[in-house]
């Protein structure tokens, strides 16, 4: 049986080494995918952003997925202002599955 809470946190630490590689233009080699993914399969990452997807976010999940392919991303954009915040808010704490999230 898989552990969510260790899946949970290998996929945030996978999304956190992709997107400084890519940031940083380091290869992607240098990172490996944590063994669960490896065993799993395939992944999805919950990614909130107040930036719209056009203006960076999008270039940065294109880099995250050529790194690693078998870990989907489904970007939400909300609007950096108090209701998108509270919006952001609101979700945290509700429980929905917010993997990554940057203003």
């Not at 944590?34 to 799993?40: E, G, I």
């Not at 056009?54 to 999008?58: A, C, F, L, Q």
């Given at each position: 049986?898989?552990?969510?809470q260790?899946l949970?946190?290998?996929?945030?630490?996978a999304?956190?080494?992709a997107?400084?590689?890519v940031v940083?233009g380091k290869?992607?080699?240098?990172?490996t995918a944590?063994?669960?993914?490896?065993?799993?399969g395939?992944?999805?990452?919950?990614?909130w952003g107040g930036?719209p997807v056009?203006?960076?976010?999008?270039d940065?999940i294109?880099g995250f997925?050529?790194a690693?392919p078998?870990?989907?991303?489904?970007y939400t954009?909300?609007v950096n202002?108090?209701t998108?915040?509270t919006?952001?808010?609101?979700?945290?704490?509700?429980?929905?599955?917010?993997?990554?999230f940057?203003?």
């Open positions: 049986m898989v552990n969510l260790s949970r946190t290998n996929r945030r630490t999304v956190i080494c997107a400084s590689a940083l290869p992607s080699q240098a990172f944590p063994a669960v993914l490896q065993d799993s395939s992944a999805t990452l919950e990614v930036v056009e203006n960076g976010p999008g940065l294109e997925q050529a690693f078998e870990i989907a991303v489904n954009h909300y202002d108090d998108g915040n919006q952001l808010d609101t979700a945290l704490q509700g429980g929905t599955p917010i993997d990554v940057f203003t």
